[in-house]
């Protein structure tokens, strides 16, 4: 394997240390992700630098030059605080012409809208629940056919931020008071989504034009408090001490029929494709009790902790993690920029 020069992008608040010894738990997971992905690639010999990032290009135009990267991990999940923003330091790196691990542009842009995405999906018959957006700044107006239940989420951020289980509302009354939330807490577009009840299961995909599917993974809820509803929120994704109290795990999906499980891989792929995505993805998906599969929505460049859904779900296909970074970078060297479009003119 080619020893290579690895540019890593991160917030410059979550540049990792060398090390974690002397740091909390909690202290070491702000940073966790950072960490464990500059030390598998320096477990693949590859000489790495990290450069954080928050509000200027500059560093990152700076960073390439003198260092003369390769290829560069893009880990940023936003820019300026801005979420859309990541896209576009995408399509910074593109007009740098230099390769990236990560999702191409467009592919962040249509992923990253929960309303655009699911009129993608409507496009292509890809079964998705019915919503409706309300805007930032204009008056609520309440469809008459909206679903109830319904769930009220951010229309584009990600890692569960603002769901919590008053997001699930079943009056307008109750709906009307999570749109304000998110208007208010959030400062983007709200969208109400109709809530599907039934198992929350991802499927990880991995390729930009062959794509492969790691195996189905869930998320078990198996204590949790009367009357709460099993529904990945903010708490239960990032509340390590909540999610042991209420019993909250994730693992290998059990009892799929072989045919439904085949079924449910073809539809995440289906959707990886619609979205236009590459790299890497997590599709994320309910299953009701009558065998019916709907797509929630598309996390392209999803959390890369070794002990994340999509390095497990990975590892469960016998990739181990420095693998699963080296199987990252290749899809990054290899995927069909436009500017690589034009050299080939």
């Known amino acids: 394997m080619r020893q290579m020069r690895v540019l890593v992008l991160t917030h410059e608040d979550l540049v990792p240390p060398s090390s974690l010894r002397g740091l909390s738990k909690k202290e070491a997971q702000v940073f966790k992700k950072e960490f464990d992905v500059t030390g598998g690639l320096r477990e693949l010999g590859h000489e790495v630098q990290v450069v954080g990032v928050s509000h200027d290009l500059l560093p990152i135009r700076q960073h390439v030059e003198e260092f ?9 999940m936003e820019f300026q605080d801005i979420a859309v923003y990541q896209a576009h330091v995408a399509s910074y790196l593109e007009l740098l012409r230099v390769p990236y691990a990560g999702c191409n542009p467009r592919g962040l842009l249509l992923a ?53 289980q008053a997001s699930i509302v079943r009056d307008e009354e109750k709906l009307r008071e999570r749109i304000e939330f998110v208007h208010r807490r959030l400062g983007t577009d709200a969208i109400a989504e109709q809530y599907i009840h039934g198992r929350e299961l991802t499927v990880s995909v991995i390729g930009n034009e062959r794509l492969q599917t790691f195996p189905i993974w869930e998320l078990f809820f198996d ?38 499980a085949r079924q449910i891989a073809h539809l995440a792929k289906r959707s990886y494709r619609a979205l236009h995505l590459s790299g890497y993805a997590r599709l994320d998906l309910r299953l009701t009790e009558d065998g019916k599969v709907y797509v929630i929505e598309a996390n392209p460049n999803p959390d890369l902790r070794r002990e994340e859904d999509f390095a497990a779900s990975a590892a469960e296909a016998g990739l181990s993690y420095p693998q699963l970074l080296q199987r990252l970078l290749n899809l990054g060297l290899r995927h069909r920029s436009p500017w690589r479009t034009l050299e080939d003119a």
């Open 223 to 260: 204590n949790l408090p009367p009357g709460s509803n099993p529904i990945a929120t903010e708490r239960a994704k990032w509340d390590r001490e909540y999610q042991l109290r209420v019993g909250i795990a994730t693992g290998p999906a059990e009892d799929l029929p072989e045919a439904l």
């Open 68 to 76: 003369q990267p390769h290829v560069v991990f893009h880990l940023l």
């Open 112 to 164: 990253r809208d929960k309303a655009l995405s699911k009129k993608i999906f409507r496009y292509y018959r890809i079964p998705a629940p019915a919503f409706h957006v309300f805007r930032l700044g204009r008056a609520v107006r309440v469809p008459k056919d909206l679903d109830y239940p319904s769930i009220v989420k951010t229309v584009d951020e990600e890692a569960s931020l603002g769901i919590a």
